[in-house]
C-alpha cells in the first residue's frame, strides 16, 4: 500500500527556560505540539508507530541556539503559511518556529 508523503524542513530557536530541557524532553515536546496543531503527520511502521519528525543534531542541555533544523514528513500537503501559523499558536514560550517549507523532491 503507497500513500504519498510530503517532508517539511522547519528551522527553530531553543531559548529562556527552554534551554533546561534535554533532546529527549524536546522530541516530546514538538510531538505534542505536531499533534495539538492537528497536523496529519505521518507514522512509523511497526508494533509501536510514532511520528515521523527528527531533529538535526541533539543540543547539550542548558545549550541556547537560534537557528536548529528538524523535519517532519505529512500526509498532506498543506501551504507553509497555514503550517506556521498552526505550529506558533502550539508552541510554548522560548521555543519559536521561525520557519517552515517544503522539502524539494531528489530526482
Same mark, same amino acid.
Given at each position: ?14 531559548? @529562556? @527556560?527552554? *534551554?533546561?530541557?534535554?533532546?529527549? @524532553? ?6 505534542? !505540539? ?11 511502521? /511497526? ?5 515521523? *519528525? ?9 545549550? !541556547?541556539? @537560534? ?7 505529512? !500526509? ?8 506556521? /501559523? ?7 514560550? /522560548? &521555543?519559536?518556529?521561525?520557519? &517552515? ?7
Amino acid at each position: 500500500m503507497s500513500t504519498q508523503s510530503f517532508k517539511y524542513i522547519f528551522r527553530f530557536s531553543k531559548k @529562556d @527556560d527552554m *534551554i533546561y530541557i534535554s533532546h529527549l @524532553d524536546l522530541m516530546r515536546l514538538l510531538t505534542r !505540539a505536531m499533534r495539538r496543531a492537528d497536523l496529519p503527520v505521518c507514522l512509523t511502521q /511497526g508494533f509501536n508507530p510514532r511520528l515521523k *519528525i527528527s531533529l538535526k543534531r541533539a543540543l547539550k542541555l542548558g545549550v !541556547a541556539s @537560534d537557528d536548529e533544523e528538524g523535519e517532519i514528513v505529512l !500526509a498532506q500537503k498543506l501551504e507553509d503559511s497555514e503550517l506556521l /501559523g498552526r505550529l506558533r499558536a502550539v508552541m510554548p514560550k /522560548g &521555543i519559536e518556529i521561525q520557519r &517552515i517549507n517544503l522539502a524539494e523532491e531528489k530526482k
